[in-house]
T-cell receptor, first 112, second 111 residues
Framework: EPEVTQTPSHQVTQMGQEVILRCVPI?????FYWYRQILGQKVEFLVS????????KSEIFDDQFSVERPDGSNFTLKIRSTKLEDSAMYFC??????????FGPGTRLTVT | AQSVTQPDIHITVSEGASLELRCNYS??????LFWYVQSPGQGLQLLLK????DTLVQGIKGFEAEFKRSQSSFNLRKPSVHWSDAAEYFC?????????WGAGTKLIIKP
C-alpha cells in the first residue's frame, strides 16, 4: 500500500540554524500539507500546497517557514532560523482532491 | 470560526468493555469529519471519515462513528475494546483543504 514517507525521523538543531524537513507524498496525490504537534498539544495546520503554490497557510506559517516541491516526488518544509518553540513533531500529509489526507510518520524536531 | 472539541482528555475503560469518544464541532457548512488514531511514537492513521450519506460510518479496527447534525457531534464508538486500542484519538473537521483538530482523547485500557 502506498504511503507518505518523511526524513529524518528525528532532527536535532541549534537555535538559529536552518532545517529542512523532507517528505515524499503518495505518487498520484495532488495536495500536500504540513502540520505540527508540539508535545502534549493538538495537531496544528501549517500550510497546504497545490499546483506548485501555497493554497492555504495558518498564522503559524510566518516568514521563517517556506515550502517547496523541488522535483516530482519530494515536498520540503524549511525553517530558516529555528527557535526553541519550533520544537515539535512535524507531519507531512497528501491527498487527492478529497479531504482524505494520508499522513507520514512525522519528523521530531528538537531545537536546543 | 471552525473548531473541534473533544471534551475528554483521558478515558479509561476495561478490556472488552464498550467505548464512546465524544467529538463536537463548530462549522458553518456541511462538514467533512474524520477520526484519526495516534499510537505512542507513531504517526496519524485514519480510522474513518464522513463526507455525506449514511450518518453511521464504519472504519477500520472495528470502530464506527455517527454523525448527528442536530447535536453537531461525531462520536466514535467501539463495542469491545482491545488492549491494542490504547492510543490517542483525534477528531478533525475538513475546511478549505486543511484539517482542524480537536485536542485529542487519550484512551487507557485496564486489563
Amino acid at each position: 500500500e502506498p504511503e507518505v514517507t518523511q526524513t529524518p525521523s528525528h532532527q536535532v538543531t541549534q537555535m538559529g540554524q536552518e532545517v529542512i524537513l523532507r517528505c515524499v507524498p503518495i505518487s498520484n496525490h495532488l495536495y500536500f500539507y504540513w502540520y505540527r504537534q508540539i508535545l502534549g498539544q493538538k495537531v496544528e495546520f501549517l500550510v497546504s500546497f497545490y499546483n506548485n503554490e501555497i493554497s492555504e497557510k495558518s498564522e503559524i506559517f510566518d516568514d521563517q517557514f517556506s515550502v517547496e516541491r523541488p522535483d516530482g516526488s519530494n515536498f520540503t518544509l524549511k525553517i530558516r532560523s529555528t527557535k526553541l518553540e519550533d520544537s515539535a513533531m512535524y507531519f507531512c500529509a497528501s491527498s487527492t482532491e478529497s479531504y482524505e489526507q494520508y499522513f507520514g510518520p512525522g519528523t521530531r524536531l528538537t531545537v536546543t | 470560526a471552525q473548531s473541534v472539541t473533544q471534551p475528554d482528555i483521558h478515558i479509561t475503560v476495561s478490556e472488552g468493555a464498550s467505548l464512546e469518544l465524544r467529538c463536537n464541532y463548530s462549522y458553518g457548512a456541511t462538514p467533512y469529519l474524520f477520526w484519526y488514531v495516534q499510537s505512542p511514537g507513531q504517526g496519524l492513521q485514519l480510522l474513518l471519515k464522513y463526507f455525506s450519506g449514511d450518518t453511521l460510518v464504519q472504519g477500520i479496527k472495528g470502530f464506527e462513528a455517527e454523525f448527528k447534525r442536530s447535536q453537531s457531534s461525531f462520536n466514535l464508538r467501539k463495542p469491545s475494546v482491545h488492549w491494542s486500542d490504547a492510543a490517542e484519538y483525534f477528531c478533525a473537521v475538513g475546511s478549505n483543504y486543511q484539517l482542524i483538530w480537536g485536542a485529542g482523547t487519550k484512551l487507557i485500557i485496564k486489563p
